[in-house]
Every structure is written in structure tokens, then in C-alpha cells.
């Protein structure tokens, strides 16, 4: 498994007085996201189910996620890695499960109670699985109890624990709120990525407002 070295020096967040210009650094990040996007898109099927299969068993064998009762995981689309067979050991293992649904500029996390739950889901318009956002679920912002391990989704990860979203800011937006609500819980942040999603350190630095994941987990 492929754990984040937050306090080696390869992974060290550079100076600020260094960094390069924020916008410059914003359009490097668009580029590479727009590239990004347009690789995954072809990579093929079978490429995809070896590696989610692989990655699947690492995370299953984790001490991180095998601590963690409430856990937050994103629904796959067909050019992420698959969550789906990890989604229903989650649910044998009784773990309590939460997804992301959207409305607007808005995310919660709702509880999932099982794979009934899921195959009977709603398709959004970008073909996506999810809860209706106004239907009654438990919701971990306000249950009291919170998340112990997000494991959330990306275009493109570093080694060292960076991660490029899809330009949304939902996860970064969401940790915030609930950092801020449950000040005192400690939490894990895990990523999931295909081999094709790896980049260097130099193509996606970390900025000081970014969120270093703890661990992310690839098949190589």
C-alpha cells in the first residue's frame, strides 16, 4: 500500500515565499486537469476492474480503514476506480456507510444502509448514483457522530498526499464544515487512484489552504 510520508522531505509543502504565482500555478492546474480528464476517458475497461479490483484488497487490509466505523466513500463513475465492490464489503464488515449527494453548490453525506439502498439509487444526468438530496436520510453533519475516514475521489494524486478535485471545491468546502463542527474527532483521508492518475510533485504542488490526504493507494 502506498502511504503518504507527510514528514519526509520529498513531501515537504514548499515556502511560500517561493511558490510560483497562484495564477500561474491555476493554469497549470487546469491544463493538467483537462488532461487528465481526456486520458481516463479512454483508458480501457479492463484496465480499470484490474486495478479497482487490486486496490480494493489494500484497502481492505489497511489499519485505517479497518478502524473506521463511519466511513464516507464516493460513487464511482465509469472512468474512476470502482468502488462498488469495496461499497458491499463495507456493508458485510456493518460499517456505517455515507455518500456524497449534490444539490447546487451544496454536498452532504447521507447514510447508505445497503446495497438494496444502492442498486435502486437515482441516476443523475451525468449518469451518477445518488441519493435525492431532499430525501430524509441520516446526515453526518448533524448525527453528532461525524465521519472517521473520507475516502474521496479526484482527477489526479501526488505521492506525497495532493489531490486535484474536479474543480468543484465540494470535498474541500465539506472537510472544512466538518472540521469545524467536529473539532475534536479525528479523521482519515484516503484516496483511490489509478496508476494513470499519479503525478508528480512538481505538476500538482500543494498550496498552505490544501489538504494533505494521509494515504493514497494505488495497484502499483
Known sequence: METVLTGSHECAVPDPTVRMAATIQNTLKV??????????KYLDGEIIARQSQAVTAKVLQSDIFRQAQRVSIYLSTTS??????????????DKMVFVPT??????KM???????????????KWNIKQPDFKEAREDAMTNGHGIDLFIVPGVAFTRCGARMGHGMGYYDKFLKQH?????HKKISLMA????????SNEE??????DV???SVITEN
Open 31 to 40: 491544463a493538467l486537469r483537462r488532461r487528465m480528464k481526456d486520458a481516463l
Open 204 to 209: 500538482l504542488p500543494m498550496e498552505t489552504h
Open 212 to 214: 494533505r490526504l494521509h
Open 80 to 93: 474512476e476506480l470502482d468502488t462498488t465492490a469495496l461499497l458491499r464489503e463495507m456493508f458485510r464488515l
Open 102 to 107: 449534490y444539490e447546487g453548490s451544496k454536498m
Open 179 to 183: 472540521a469545524d463542527k467536529y473539532p
Open 192 to 199: 483511490l487512484a489509478l496508476n494513470e492518475q499519479i503525478v
Open 110 to 124: 447521507v447514510r447508505l444502509r445497503g446495497m438494496d439502498e444502492y442498486d435502486s439509487l437515482p441516476l443523475t
